[in-house]
């Protein structure tokens, strides 16, 4: 008893100090590494490809931040037919994801059709990779564009391909974690990207040593091209542990050539809209109201009086809390079903959406930020999960890149939406937000039903 009232007293008296890393016993610290491992715990090809994607990832989403920056630097020159810096930019990052979004469909088929997802990444990510280094030669408006365009035809053969292959290496009881982690991995990097950004911009010019005379002495690179070479050393690492790592499951080959259809309406009669193209509409008004914030950017910092440091947290902000919640809401949606999570997220993102217009401080903005990200983070793997159970066998290209596409057509017109409603005042491109996402929610909670066929009911709503 005496020893148990001293080991009692020791922690208590830890406890005081603030020392909580004693109360850690060995015990305890092998079950926290045991439950991280399993929430992890997915084919090695889906984690290879996740930390694949979270590599290109840093490089695709420096640019986000980057080239509006370039465009209004004194370096990118030409005609631009009348149009304010903020329709330009709005328009550079929006084509990204309208030919991105464009050719998707026909890569998925393309992907579903031959029954090689591999060889599609490589495509893509060689092709992501020049077009990062063409930036350097990049001094007009028109280059900017040309390159961006090459750019959203390279990732279409990236995220189709990608999507199918974690779909078909996941069951029914593990597709939502299988998402949740690979869109962790993904968003790692894409929340890191902006982040860095920023800090590489501003920290050039850099010198470069010279490497067996092949460079002058003294020779310097500016911080744009500094931003331009990372990214395209990123896509050239996930270039490799794709080619070394990924291979197509035997499954993928042997059902190639079917015959795939994306339908409209719901042929069972039960519903007006087919669920999946239902949760397309659902992701498109979602990334849509992600999409507002980046073309945004001198005006944000304007109104809320601050630099882009600021900015660049409260973009990652939304991908922090992302990283956080993918995974355990993919392993929850497994447990619970798919639709609870992605009504809930809808509904959420209205709030969350509309409060952005009318904050006044960095830190604010940064705090809705982050709740706009749980709100999205409810409703990203959720919804793959629930399109990959009902996309047939040799069918997931073509059925996920639905949702694919429209998440990429969303990221596009929220640049695009931002851009022109600005001119109205600072409020209306998130008044704008949160009515599409009303329109989602409304969509999702009338038009898509539950695929688990057993779910347990959420904690606290015995439903």
């Given amino acids: 008893m005496g020893n148990d009232h001293d080991t009692n007293r020791a922690k208590s008296v830890s406890i005081r100090n603030g020392h909580w890393a004693s109360l850690r016993t060995p015990r305890e610290m092998e079950i926290s590494l045991r439950r991280l491992r399993a929430a992890f715990a997915v084919d090695r090809r889906v984690l290879t490809l996740a930390f694949a994607r979270m590599a290109d990832g840093i490089g695709n989403s420096f640019l986000i931040v980057v080239i509006p920056l370039y465009v209004t630097s004194d370096v990118v020159t030409g005609a631009t037919f009348g149009l304010s810096e903020s329709v330009i930019i709005g328009g550079i990052l929006s084509l990204f994801g309208f030919l991105n979004s464009s050719f998707q469909p026909f890569t998925g088929r393309l992907s579903d059709r031959t029954g090689r997802r591999k060889a599609f990444i490589l495509i893509g990510l060689a ?35 990608s999507i199918a292959l974690v779909n078909e290496l996941a069951t029914t009881a593990d597709r939502g974690g299988n998402m949740g982690v690979y869109n962790t991995f993904r968003l790692v990097g894409f929340g890191a990207g902006p982040v860095a950004a920023g800090a590489v911009v501003n920290a050039g010019p850099y010198a470069v040593p010279s490497i067996a005379g092949f460079l002058p002495a003294g020779f310097t690179i500016d911080g744009f091209d500094a931003a331009f070479f990372v990214a395209a050393i990123t896509a050239a690492i996930s270039y490799v542990l794709v080619t070394i790592l990924i291979s197509d499951p035997e499954s993928t080959r042997e059902n190639a050539g079917a015959e795939l259809s994306i339908d409209v309406w719901d042929d069972s009669g039960s519903n007006v809209f087919d669920p999946i193209f239902t949760l397309g509409v659902a992701t498109l008004f979602l990334a849509t109201t992600i999409g507002l914030f980046a073309t945004i950017q001198p005006q944000i910092n304007d109104h809320l009086g601050q630099g882009s440091t600021w900015f660049g947290l409260q973009f990652a902000a939304f991908i922090v809390a992302q990283v956080l919640l993918q995974t355990p809401v993919g392993r929850a949606c497994d447990r619970y079903g798919r639709r609870p999570f992605i009504v809930l997220g809808m509904v959420f993102l209205i709030p969350t959406t509309l409060v952005q217009g009318f904050i006044g401080t960095s830190e604010m903005m940064f705090l809705a930020r982050l709740l706009q990200g749980v709100a999205g983070a409810m409703v990203f793997a959720p919804s793959l999960a629930l399109a990959g159970d009902l996309a047939g066998a040799g069918e997931s290209g073509s059925k996920l890149s639905v949702l694919t596409m429209a998440f990429g057509f969303g990221i596009a017109v929220g640049p695009l939406a931002s851009g022109l409603l600005i001119g109205y005042g600072f409020r209306w491109p998130f008044v704008f937000g949160a009515v599409i996402a009303t329109l989602g929610a409304l969509l999702v909670f009338t038009q898509v039903e539950e695929t688990l066929e057993t779910a347990a009911s959420l904690p606290g709503t015995g439903s």
């Fill in 127 to 161: 092709g992501l990779a020049m077009t990062n280094v063409a930036y350097v030669f990049a001094d007009t408006y028109q280059l900017l564009v040309l390159i961006r365009g090459l750019q959203g035809v390279s990732v279409a053969f990236i995220v189709p391909a």
